[in-house]
């Protein structure tokens, strides 16, 4: 596979942005076509649905813990914006409510009294899969609900068929605080894991998006259809979507139930290098993992890392581990900051060299 992969690579340009090719030597669009989509390296964002805390129920937060305050600090834009700049990796968080109405008070709206910064919280009366990154504290989201979440990038993608596939990384959140009075969040039973692929796809038809059966084929196992490059080509996932199941090992067991691989579900999983079932993995640590990524690259995973967290790097304007996350070859890079936050300095994460996406340094010799 990496054989294959690296005469492909030999004849597209570092600096060729693969979205939208120049025409030029080594980058025209049937060069770049034939490359397999784990040839690609994009930038994406963290939280990408994440609504700033208002400032007084962020003082309640800081008031129990500076630093958890500081590393919910950050905000993203409507998801089509941050596809517009360029994202083409986007994180969910979700978290089930069968019945509806679960999440529809939060305990900061009680904390904050008449104080509270209006925010509408019509979406959460429903039942359906909801948007958030904690009940009570952090519940402020650009889509509330999943589907109203897909819609948006399901109309994107239609507004632009050419783009590289997108990946959206799906967590699912749990448990909740030990306040008094405070929300817990459902575990997500065999029940809810069925209704993620279910509204994915109210949204998203077949031929809209890549999927582990897609890509398995034939082969015995999704591990080793991607080890033999079994991924599609650049021209054949154009304007489509792929979902990750970025989840811890538990819940992954969940999404599997008695599945062999990932017979009939719709994300790839996040799991270790020699399961049946690996064809995605998250790597969040650049520095620290940097060889593992390489290896899991060249072993025709697809990775996502993160160049920025909790917004430590913002603060100190910190490049290190962004230098780390490109360099290393992960194909999908995270960050809550693809534009400066002025309250923190100029520290931004940018896709080195421009464009939407280029070739990964780990798919050329």
Not at 18 to 29: A, Y
Not at 105 to 123: I, R, S, V
Not at 302 to 319: F, L, P, S, Y
Request: glycine content about 8%; proline content about 7%.
């Amino acid at each position: 596979m990496l054989a294959t992969l690296l005469a492909a690579a030999l004849a597209v340009a570092s600096t060729c942005d693969l979205e939208k090719p120049s025409g030029g030597p080594g980058c025209t669009r049937a060069q770049v076509d034939a490359l397999k989509i784990n040839a690609l390296q994009a930038i994406g964002t963290h939280n990408s649905y994440k609504m700033a805390i208002a400032p007084n129920e962020l003082s309640v937060i800081r008031a129990a813990s500076a630093k958890q305050a500081d590393a919910l600090d950050y905000s993203h834009p409507p998801l089509g914006l941050q596809l517009d700049a360029g994202a083409r990796q986007l994180e969910i968080d979700l978290a089930y409510d069968p019945t509806g109405g679960l999440y529809a008070e939060p305990l900061g709206k009680k904390m904050a009294g008449k104080a509270w910064t209006p925010h509408d919280l019509t979406p959460f009366k429903g039942p359906g899969l909801k948007v958030l990154h904690a009940p009570d504290v952090d519940y402020r989201s650009v889509c509330s609900l999943f589907t109203d979440c897909l819609k948006a990038i399901r109309a994107w993608s239609l507004a632009n068929p050419d783009h590289v596939p997108v990946i959206i990384l799906l967590n699912l959140k749990e448990g909740g605080l030990s306040w008094p009075g405070a929300v817990v969040a459902p575990l997500f039973d065999a029940q809810a894991m069925d209704a993620v692929d279910r509204e994915i796809r109210s949204v998203f038809p077949k031929n809209a998006s890549i999927t582990p059966d897609q890509v398995q084929g034939r082969h015995p196992t999704l591990r080793l259809a991607a080890a033999a490059g079994a991924w599609p080509t650049l021209k054949a996932a154009r304007g489509k979507v792929m979902f990750a199941l970025d989840a811890p090992a538990d819940q992954v067991a969940r999404y599997r139930g008695d599945r062999r691989v990932l017979e009939g579900r719709v994300a790839f999983v996040n799991i270790e290098e020699t399961s049946p079932a690996a064809g995605y993995i998250t790597l969040n640590e650049p520095v620290e993992q940097a060889g593992r990524i390489r290896a899991a690259v060249a072993a025709g995973l697809i990775v996502r890392t993160r160049a920025d967290a909790d917004t430590w790097e913002a603060r100190a304007n910190d490049r290190t581990r962004q230098d780390a996350a490109f360099a290393s070859g992960a194909q999908y890079v995270s960050t809550d900051y693809m534009a400066p936050d002025p309250r923190f300095g100029a520290y931004i994460a940018r896709l080195p060299g421009g464009g939407r996406a280029r070739l990964s340094p780990v798919a050329r010799p």
